[in-house]
Nanobody, 124 residues
C-alpha cells in the first residue's frame, strides 16, 4: 500500500521560513519523481516543484522560483520543500505527489499517488 505523509506545515510570519517533509512508503522511492503542489481556498491545485528520481533535475513553478528549494533523501524515502521569504499568497494546503519521470510534471492528472496535505499559513 502506497502512502505519502506530509509534515512540517504551520503558521509563520511573512518573510519567514518553513521546511516541509514527505515520507513515502510502498513504492520504489529512488526510481520515481516527487513533486509538491499547493491549493489555496477557492483556487485550483497549483504546481510548486518537482525533483527527478536521482535529484539531478528540479523544476519550479514561476511563483516560487528563487524562494523555494526541493530536495530528496533516497536513503530516508523523503522529499523536502524548503520555503524561504514566505508571502501571504503562499498560504495553502501543500501536497506531495509521486509519478514516474519528470515529463509532464506540472499536470495533476499525471500523478499516481498523493499525500493528505499539510496546511501552511503565512501571516502578513
Amino acid at each position: 500500500q502506497v502512502q505519502l505523509v506530509e509534515s512540517g506545515g504551520g503558521l509563520v510570519q511573512a518573510g519567514g521560513s518553513l521546511r516541509l517533509s514527505c515520507v513515502a512508503s510502498g513504492l520504489p522511492f529512488s526510481s520515481i519523481a516527487m513533486a509538491w503542489f499547493r491549493q489555496a481556498p477557492g483556487k485550483e491545485r497549483e504546481f510548486v516543484a518537482v525533483i527527478s528520481s536521482s535529484g539531478g533535475i528540479t523544476v519550479y513553478g514561476d511563483s516560487v522560483k528563487g524562494r523555494f528549494t526541493i530536495s530528496r533523501d533516497n536513503a530516508k524515502n523523503t522529499v523536502y520543500l524548503q520555503m524561504d521569504s514566505l508571502k501571504s499568497e503562499d498560504t495553502a494546503v501543500y501536497y506531495c505527489a509521486a509519478k514516474s519521470g519528470v515529463r509532464g510534471a506540472q499536470i495533476l492528472s499525471n500523478y499516481n499517488y498523493w499525500g493528505q496535505g499539510t496546511q501552511v499559513t503565512v501571516s502578513s
